[in-house]
T-cell receptor, first 115, second 110 residues
Framework: NAGVMQNPRHLVRRRGQEARLRCSPM?????VYWYRQLPEEGLKFMVY????????ESGMPKERFSAEFPKEGPSILRIQQVVRGDSAAYFC?????????????FGPGTRLLVL | DAKTTQPPSMDCAEGRAANLPCNHS???????VYWYRQIHSQGPQYIIH???NNETNEMASLIITEDRKSSTLILPHATLRDTAVYYC???????????FGAGTQVVVTP
């Protein structure tokens, strides 16, 4: 049973370009979370999605960032017009249908570098 | 979710047990204690979780005090590969947004 998959593992973008980060949850998991880890800082929650629904986006920057989890295919974190401050590691986690205990399993992350 | 307090760092000798403390004095009755670790900027790895009872799995043991205000993660036989930042996180049973603190940097030495 494959774990959470993220691609690309490394992404280099120039300022003003768009970055698309993909996350395929574990088989049978219908909940996806995105977290960001800035250099030398801790992990911060960004957004929580279920299939075709955004449940909580309280950690998402107000502009340029968006996320989706379509009925088919991976979850996408999209960053428009990237700036140097977006350089970070972006981690995706997934969990099964919620029934009390919720254990999130993380992917290996995407390292975004903005030049 | 309740906040947690962990020591910033710990050293442990290879082969010895590592005991990682965590205080969560404001924990509510429906909140779980979760432990994750992050090895050198890899994705966080789930270790163990518990509500009231002590728990054990193939990775570690979790001891929760009777009043639930603190807990201890025990790595029974630390290896060099256990060097990581360990996070103690309290999570409500709603939908489980994880709030990572600074964690404890554990260094296992030969």
């Amino acid at each position: 049973n494959a774990g959470v998959m993220q691609n690309p593992r490394h992404l280099v973008r120039r300022r003003g370009q768009e970055a698309r980060l993909r996350c395929s949850p574990m088989k049978g998991h219908s909940h996806v979370y995105w977290y960001r880890q800035l250099p030398e800082e801790g992990l911060k929650f960004m957004v929580y999605l279920q299939k075709e629904n955004i449940i909580d986006e309280s950690g998402m920057p107000k502009e340029r960032f968006s996320a989706e989890f379509p009925k088919e295919g991976p979850s996408i974190l999209r960053i428009q017009q990237v700036v140097r401050g977006d350089s970070a590691a972006y981690f995706c986690a997934s969990s099964p249908i919620h029934q009390g205990e919720i254990t999130q399993y993380f992917g290996p992350g995407t390292r975004l570098l903005v030049l | 979710d309740a906040k947690t307090t962990q020591p910033p760092s710990m050293d442990c000798a290879e082969g010895r047990a590592a005991n990682l403390p965590c205080n969560h004095s404001t924990i509510s009755g429906n909140e779980y204690v979760y432990w994750y670790r992050q090895i050198h900027s890899q994705g966080p790895q789930y270790i163990i979780h518990g509500l009231k009872n002590n728990e054990t799995n193939e990775m570690a043991s979790l001891i929760i005090t009777e009043d639930r205000k603190s807990s201890t993660l025990i790595l029974p036989h630390a290896t060099l590969r256990d060097t990581a930042v360990y996070y103690c996180i309290v999570v409500a049973d709603s939908w489980g947004k994880l709030q990572f603190g600074a964690g404890t940097q554990v260094v296992v030495t030969p």
